[in-house]
Every structure is written in structure tokens, then in C-alpha cells.
């Protein structure tokens, strides 16, 4: 006889679609008994749970799981992409609306980087968009200092090893020369520390803006610095392939025709 499965959802993905971690981080925040479920500290994440159990991070109550969220950022100059910076610095989470719901960022963008970055509600979602299995690929508009050359930046499409860490190829184009300033277009499907920065400087170019325009389908367009748009639900699951959302149908009470009285 088959051994049916637990009901419910593993308490690691549960406590990741609330917006508190990815799934491997809930995981460890388990291992550190820093979960209990129904008043219980637990050790493993080899539980399911169900929407009436009480599920406590820290000693406090984790947020309702909502159905997975996305949202384009346009990340402006001069602030981190962390929760907390130790050097007091501006974050990212103190420009973003009061009322928007817990998020994290996909990836990151360093202080004198801008552009395009992506936020959402789920630990799965960015779990899933920061591997590098995932390779969508990631589009900056690059000014550099120096007069580049197709020779010049052949290297970097080839790919290149910085002090024992391996880049892989780059798409590199040259856009135009602006005096001593030139516009490039580079493209990669995987955004090591300040890579583009390295890399430019390897081959004798300085960077001095870099603007990321896109992330796999997902464009910057027309946002200004400092605005939001979320992903509507039905692009956000048709790129990502998640399940449609559940529907409750409402019947409509039916319209009473009006009765005719005969005329005498």
C-alpha cells in the first residue's frame, strides 16, 4: 500500500513565499532552530504545514503567504541594494514606497550603478533568477572613457580570468564616441562583483556610468529613477511558467424582467 503524502506545503517554501528568505535560507534559519510551528522550535524542514498552523521567525509571526509578485525598479545612483548597510549608507528599501509589501531584490546593482532591478514578494522567484543555470541574459548601456576598438575589446568576447575568476564571453558593441567619453552595449548572462567594471578596466577602459536596461524580458522602458511597476500577473507567469491563480466565480443574481399588465 502507498504511503499518501503529507497534506500541505514543506514550511521552507511557505516561510519563502511570505518574503522572509529564498527556500535554502529558510532552511538554515530552521537548522538554527529560529522557527517554531504551533509553539514548538523546530530542526528540520522535512515538515509540511497547513494555512492553520501558527509558523513564528524570531518569535514573531511570518507574514500571509501572497501569490508570487514581481516588480521592476528603476535603482538610482547613490543607494546600496542591501536591507541594512553597517557604513549607514541609503538603501534601496528607503526609497521604495511605505506601502509596498515585504520584497527582496533579484541580484544587485553597486552604489554608482543604475537601472533596471527587479523585486519580489517570493524566495523561490529570486532563488530561481539569480542562478546562473537560469542565464537570462542582462543588457547595459556602458560610457567609458577611452576610445575603444574592435581589437581593443575582443578579449572580453571571448572571455576573460581576472586573478584566478573566470568571465564568461560578453557581448560587447560599440555605439559611439562622445569626445573622450564612448557609449558601449554589453550583455552577459551571469553578473559576478562589479564584472563590467573589471573587465573594462582589464582592457584599459574606465567606466564611469552604467545603466542595466534589461533583465532577461523584462525592460527598464520609460521608468525614471526611483519608480515602480509591477509585472502584471499573466506576463509574470507566462515567462516564469508558474500556475494560474485560482479564480472564485461570482454568480450574478439574474435581472427580473418587469411584468406587463394587460391593457384594458
Known amino acids: 500500500m502507498d504511503k499518501k503524502t503529507p497534506q500541505g ?10 518574503g522572509h528568505a529564498s527556500r535554502r535560507e529558510a532552511e538554515r534559519m530552521i537548522e538554527a532552530s529560529r522557527v517554531s510551528v504551533n509553539g514548538k522550535i523546530i530542526t528540520s524542514a522535512a515538515l509540511n504545514v497547513s494555512p492553520s498552523d501558527r509558523i513564528l521567525l524570531d518569535g514573531e509571526a511570518i507574514n500571509t503567504p501572497d ?10 545612483l547613490g543607494v546600496v541594494c542591501t536591507s541594512k548597510d553597517e557604513q549607514g549608507r541609503k538603501t534601496i528599501f528607503d526609497v521604495l514606497p511605505p506601502d509596498l509589501p515585504r520584497v527582496m531584490n533579484i541580484g544587485r546593482l553597486d ?34 572613457k577611452g ?12 572571455g576573460i580570468t581576472l586573478e584566478g575568476e573566470s568571465f564568461r564571453p560578453m557581448e560587447v558593441s560599440i555605439d559611439r564616441q562622445q569626445g573622450a567619453n564612448a557609449w558601449l552595449t554589453v550583455s552577459l548572462r551571469e553578473g559576478k562583483n562589479r564584472e563590467i567594471r573589471r573587465a573594462m578596466e582589464h582592457v584599459g577602459l574606465s567606466v564611469n556610468r552604467l545603466i542595466r536596461v534589461s533583465f532577461g524580458p523584462f525592460q527598464l522602458g520609460k521608468l525614471k529613477a526611483g519608480e515602480l511597476e509591477e509585472v502584471r500577473r499573466k506576463i509574470l507567469r507566462d515567462q516564469l511558467g508558474l500556475a494560474p491563480t485560482a479564480t ?10 418587469p411584468v406587463r399588465k394587460p391593457h384594458l
Open 9 to 18: 506545503e514543506r514550511i521552507a517554501k511557505v516561510i519563502a513565499r511570505a
Open 67 to 76: 501569490h508570487e509578485r514581481l516588480w521592476l525598479f528603476h535603482k538610482p
Open 111 to 144: 552604489l554608482n550603478s543604475e537601472g533596471l532591478l527587479l523585486l519580489t514578494n517570493d524566495g523561490e522567484i529570486k532563488r530561481k533568477l539569480e542562478l546562473p543555470s537560469t542565464g537570462w541574459l542582462r543588457r547595459y548601456r556602458v560610457r567609458v
Open 147 to 158: 576610445e575603444p576598438s574592435e581589437d581593443l575589446i575582443a578579449p572580453l568576447k571571448k
Open 248 to 257: 472564485i466565480k461570482v454568480k450574478r443574481p439574474q435581472r427580473k424582467r
